[in-house]
């Protein structure tokens, strides 16, 4: 599963800069029950900007001459990163850089799966755009010359358009699974898509498709025919009972089918659309109203061929025989169709225990299937980074001296420290819809169970910066320093949030009958208010049936405060290699993990939805919690200024000479109280406090406002490429540019394939 949208447990962290969107922009359930018809639009100045949206979204009629409403638009000017590879990928031996090619091309081979699995416009999007890049040897100024009263604007739009479909892979954005459209005029776009025959003849076939904004519900990914899906592709009539029918005959039968898709024959029958290399027919499966359902193997054939290759190239180079089994495996899945295959591979997979290179390939989340049982493809490849992996491990070495230094005694703490699993990656390539920040798979339920899974963050990443991006709200007397810092301040927090954060704590519970893990007799002292405990957990109970759905924020915001605890201790700014004489010097590092943290509970309000009032994100609303503890130290430790009247110029102040004496000890006391009512089963005490400490007042729900006002598009990643010559492995890094993000794409032509005839 994905990091920014698996559920919830308790004790493993989800990694945070790829929040879930809120419930509203789900697009698993219709939510959006609009009437059809626009009401009264003469009255359109009178309404507030929330209905005439909904007007907006409600028309059924042509959308040609309708304006788009603004959450439908293309980004513009999204901030540009470059995945940052280059020294982590020079470190590894030959063979593992072979290893890692094969790979990435593997993954790569995977693109056209991705964009088929979107929308049926994606694939001819992708490639129109890099038809006209090529023409234009991706200097995108030259279609001006080319095609005379097209301005600069418009091609500028234009490229913002193409960009995003190729960060996305589709015409559906990754995160939030939301329809974009170009921000030029249809006239506009075909005049462009004219500059070459070739692209103004696949534009022709989708043009339409393309500016279709109505209905509404054709605009996100959900059940057909309504909702976008091409899961279920050249079927126009089927439906979501249609959809579940199936469902339960595959369930009955023991069909696994994530790597399938549906499709509806004009008579009514079905057929499971299996994606491998071979092609072919198997088995037959009857609904119970009669309908058949043919199994049809071959779907993506090519591309499936490709990947199985590439794989086998892998199995080669493999640098271990586990590794080299997991190909094997990899191969024989994608080859036949086989999931059984594919699961032997993720057995492989988690027994890989250690390597200096990760990867994972398949069809692996179901998230954009409207029933949740089909999976798009990822592949990807990472570099494990052995110098934080250095760190982390010293951290790990050391729990002993740094856990008794948290607020809490020793019996509310485990007496041996269980290291969490935890492996930080940089990513060489991620190819899909779009790149989490954390990953916890495998999903197969009956190898969790069994075996278990890995979690693993991916660093480069989370700390993915774009020369165009703006920090807000920082001072402009701090920003050198929060920009030169924020990377290892970072580091910093997500170290002791994983490791000593989550690793941390004791439950005291009774586990069996009459059986405590704790001396009942004389219960724990309770250092809030100086008595023994009078809570516990009953047989039965865990941390997340009692704490229910606060335990996954709350567990959050416990990890998050003991980070903000232990980080101003120099023996800890030490073990991350910060001293008074580093370049990253420890009071400067400390300061920016400070700042940095008041900054994302700030930005936090995005994931607040103010009409229902509720926290649509676990780590935000934690970071919220702890913005809040700040500004409740006294003597105006943190402060929220601002002097225009739309607050636009709002900045947060901290007051760096106070860390220790006030911040640190308004954490102190906030996290002793959630760890001791975490501990204790204080359900009460416990989510009383998290829901005051989150609550959201007038003040800052106007700095909510201000917060979505200054709020940017998200960002799209550049990634490398490798060559193979001989037996020699070369990297090529692009451009953080969306030029670069084009270039890139051109020089992956070799293994996505050239544009189809269309
Ligand atoms: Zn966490």
Same mark, same amino acid.
């Given at each position: 599963?994905?990091?920014?949208?698996?559920?919830?447990?308790?004790?493993?962290?989800?990694?945070?800069?790829? /929040?879930?969107? #809120?419930?509203?922009?789900?697009?698993?359930?219709?939510?959006?029950?609009?009437?059809?018809?626009?009401?009264?639009?003469?009255?359109?100045?009178?309404?507030?900007?929330?209905?005439?949206?909904?007007?907006?979204?409600?028309?059924?009629?042509?959308?040609?001459?309708? /304006?788009?409403?603004?959450?439908?638009?293309?980004?513009?000017?999204?901030?540009?990163?470059?995945?940052?590879?280059?020294?982590?990928?020079?470190? #590894?031996?030959?063979?593992?850089?072979?290893?890692?090619?094969?790979?990435?091309?593997?993954?790569?081979?995977?693109?056209?799966?991705?964009?088929?699995?979107?929308?049926?416009?994606?694939?001819?999007?992708?490639?129109?755009?890099?038809?006209?890049?090529?023409?234009?040897?991706?200097?995108?100024?030259?279609?001006?010359?080319?095609?005379?009263?097209?301005?600069?604007?418009?091609?500028?739009?234009?490229?913002?358009?193409?960009?995003?479909?190729?960060?996305? +892979?589709?015409?559906?954005?990754?995160?939030?699974?939301?329809?974009?459209?170009?921000?030029?005029?249809?006239?506009?776009?075909?005049?462009?898509?004219?500059?070459?025959?070739?692209?103004?003849?696949?534009?022709?076939?989708?043009?339409?498709?393309?500016?279709?904004?109505?209905?509404?519900?054709?605009?996100?990914?959900?059940?057909?025919?309504?909702?976008?899906?091409?899961?279920?592709?050249?079927?126009?009539?089927?439906?979501?009972?249609?959809?579940?029918?199936?469902?339960?005959?595959?369930?009955?039968?023991?069909?696994?089918?994530?790597?399938?898709?549906?499709?509806?024959?004009?008579?009514?029958?079905?057929?499971?659309?299996?994606?491998?290399?071979?092609?072919?027919?198997?088995?037959?499966?009857?609904?119970?109203?009669?309908?058949?359902?043919?199994?049809?193997?071959?779907?993506?054939?090519?591309?499936?061929?490709?990947?199985?290759?590439?794989?086998?190239?892998?199995?080669?180079?493999?640098?271990?025989?586990?590794?080299?089994?997991?190909?094997?495996?990899?191969?024989?899945?994608?080859?036949? %169709?086989?999931?059984?295959?594919?699961?032997?591979?993720?057995?492989?997979?988690?027994?890989?225990?250690?390597?200096?290179?990760?990867?994972?390939?398949?069809?692996?989340?179901?998230?954009?299937?409207?029933?949740?049982?089909?999976?798009?493809?990822?592949?990807?490849?990472?570099?494990?980074?052995?110098?934080?992996?250095?760190?982390?491990?010293?951290?790990?070495?050391?729990?002993?001296?740094?856990?008794?230094?948290?607020?809490?005694?020793?019996?509310?703490?485990?007496?041996?420290?269980?290291?969490?699993?935890?492996?930080? +990656?940089?990513?060489?390539?991620?190819? &899909?819809?779009?790149?989490?920040?954390?990953?916890?798979?495998?999903?197969?339920?009956?190898?969790?169970?069994?075996? %278990?899974?890995?979690?693993?963050?991916?660093?480069?990443?989370?700390?993915?910066?774009?020369?165009?991006?703006?920090?807000?709200?920082?001072?402009?007397?701090?920003?050198?320093?929060?920009?030169?810092?924020?990377?290892?301040?970072?580091?910093?927090?997500?170290?002791?949030?994983?490791?000593?954060?989550?690793?941390?704590?004791?439950?005291?519970?009774?586990?069996?009958?009459?059986?405590?893990?704790?001396?009942?007799?004389? /219960?724990?002292?309770?250092?809030?208010?100086?008595?023994?405990?009078?809570?516990?957990?009953?047989?039965?109970?865990?941390?997340?049936?009692?704490?229910?759905?606060?335990?996954?924020?709350?567990?959050?915001?416990?990890?998050?405060?003991?980070?903000?605890?232990?980080?101003?201790?120099?023996?800890?700014?030490?073990?991350?290699?910060?001293?008074?004489?580093?370049?990253?010097?420890?009071?400067?590092?400390?300061?920016?993990?400070?700042?940095?943290?008041?900054?994302?509970?700030? #930005?936090?309000?995005?994931?607040?939805?103010?009409?229902?009032?509720?926290?649509?994100?676990?780590?935000?609303?934690?970071?919220?919690?702890?913005?809040?503890?700040?500004?409740?130290?006294?003597?105006?430790?943190?402060?929220?200024?601002?002097?225009?009247?739309?607050?636009?110029?709002?900045?947060?102040?901290?007051?760096?000479?106070?860390?220790? &004496?006030?911040?640190?000890?308004?954490?102190?006391?906030?996290?002793?109280?959630?760890?001791?009512?975490?501990?204790?089963?204080?359900?009460?005490?416990?989510?009383?406090?998290?829901?005051?400490?989150?609550?959201?007042?007038?003040?800052?729900?106007?700095?909510?406002?201000?917060?979505?006002?200054?709020?940017?598009?998200?960002?799209?990643?550049?990634?490398?490429?490798?060559?193979?010559?001989?037996?020699?492995?070369?990297?090529?890094?692009?451009?953080?540019?969306?030029?670069?993000?084009?270039? &890139?794409?051109?020089?992956?032509?070799?293994?996505?394939?050239?544009?189809?005839?269309?």
């Amino acid at each position: 599963m994905h990091v920014f949208a698996r559920r919830v447990a308790s004790s493993s962290c989800r990694v945070f800069n790829r /929040p879930r969107p #809120l419930p509203h922009l789900h697009s698993r359930l219709p939510r959006l029950r609009l009437p059809l018809q626009p009401r009264n639009l003469d009255n359109l100045q009178n309404t507030s900007s929330a209905s005439i949206r909904l007007r907006y979204y409600s028309s059924s009629a042509s959308t040609m001459s309708e /304006p788009v409403p603004s959450h439908l638009l293309a980004d513009e000017k999204a901030p540009v990163c470059r995945l940052e590879i280059q020294p982590h990928f020079d470190n #590894l031996s030959a063979k593992e850089k072979l290893y890692a090619h094969h790979i990435s091309k593997a993954s790569f081979a995977g693109t056209r799966v991705v964009l088929r699995q979107v929308s049926p416009q994606s694939e001819p999007l992708f490639d129109l755009v890099l038809t006209i890049a090529r023409h234009v040897d991706n200097d995108f100024s030259k279609i001006q010359t080319l095609l005379p009263g097209v301005t600069e604007d418009e091609v500028n739009k234009f490229v913002d358009f193409g960009a995003q479909v190729l960060a996305n +892979l589709g015409n559906y954005k990754s995160f939030g699974d939301q329809k974009f459209v170009p921000r030029i005029s249809e006239e506009t776009f075909t005049k462009i898509a004219g500059v070459t025959p070739e692209s103004a003849k696949i534009w022709e076939g989708i043009r339409e498709q393309v500016y279709k904004i109505a209905p509404t519900e054709i605009t996100l990914l959900g059940y057909p025919p309504q909702h976008m899906s091409a899961y279920y592709p050249d079927s126009p009539n089927i439906n979501q009972e249609d959809i579940e029918a199936c469902g339960k005959v595959f369930v009955q039968n023991g069909v696994l089918v994530e790597h399938t898709r549906l499709k509806q024959l004009e008579d009514g029958n079905f057929e499971m659309l299996v994606a491998s290399e071979k092609v072919g027919e198997g088995k037959v499966y009857e609904v119970p109203d009669g309908r058949k359902i043919k199994t049809v193997y071959g779907d993506y054939s090519g591309e499936m061929k490709s990947m199985a290759d590439e794989l086998d190239a892998a199995r080669k180079t493999a640098l271990n025989e586990t590794q080299e089994k997991m190909m094997e495996e990899y191969v024989k899945s994608f080859r036949e %169709g086989s999931l059984e295959a594919h699961k032997e591979s993720q057995r492989y997979w988690i027994k890989d225990i250690g390597p200096t290179i990760e990867t994972n390939i398949g069809f692996i989340e179901t998230y954009r299937d409207p029933a949740g049982t089909k999976a798009y493809f990822e592949g990807w490849v990472a570099v494990v980074n052995k110098e934080r992996t250095k760190v982390f491990g010293k951290l790990v070495e050391r729990a002993g001296d740094f856990i008794p230094k948290l607020p809490w005694s020793k019996e509310f703490e485990k007496d041996k420290f269980q290291k969490p699993d935890f492996t930080s +990656l940089e990513v060489l390539t991620f190819n &899909s819809d779009g790149i989490p920040a954390g990953i916890n798979i495998p999903n197969y339920d009956d190898i969790r169970m069994t075996l %278990g899974f890995k979690n693993v963050s991916l660093g480069n990443v989370l700390n993915a910066k774009s020369p165009s991006e703006r920090v807000t709200f920082i001072d402009e007397k701090d920003l050198p320093l929060f920009e030169r810092l924020r990377g290892p301040a970072f580091e910093l927090q997500v170290g002791l949030h994983e490791l000593l954060g989550h690793g941390s704590g004791k439950l005291l519970q009774e586990t069996e009958e009459g059986v405590y893990n704790f001396d009942k007799e004389n /219960p724990p002292v309770s250092p809030i208010d100086g008595k023994p405990v009078s809570t516990y957990y009953k047989v039965g109970e865990t941390w997340g049936s009692v704490f229910g759905a606060h335990a996954a924020s709350y567990e959050e915001c416990r990890a998050e405060c003991v980070a903000m605890y232990l980080c101003p201790d120099r023996e800890i700014l030490q073990v991350f290699g910060h001293t008074d004489d580093t370049e990253a010097a420890a009071e400067d590092v400390l300061y920016i993990s400070y700042l940095q943290m008041a900054r994302a509970g700030l #930005l936090a309000l995005e994931f607040w939805d103010p009409k229902s009032r509720k926290w649509g994100q676990a780590h935000m609303r934690a970071r919220y919690s702890i913005l809040q503890c700040f500004l409740s130290a006294p003597d105006n430790f943190v402060t929220l200024d601002s002097t225009a009247a739309d607050q636009s110029d709002l900045t947060i102040h901290l007051d760096r000479s106070k860390i220790r &004496s006030h911040g640190f000890k308004a954490v102190e006391q906030y996290l002793q109280k959630l760890h001791i009512y975490k501990a204790s089963a204080n359900v009460e005490a416990g989510v009383g406090l998290y829901e005051e400490m989150t609550s959201v007042n007038e003040t800052m729900a106007q700095f909510r406002d201000v917060v979505m006002s200054k709020k940017q598009p998200r960002k799209q990643f550049v990634q490398a490429n490798t060559t193979l010559s001989g037996d020699e492995v070369t990297i090529k890094e692009y451009d953080a540019t969306r030029e670069g993000l084009i270039q &890139s794409w051109l020089d992956r032509e070799d293994i996505v394939g050239a544009a189809k005839p269309y």
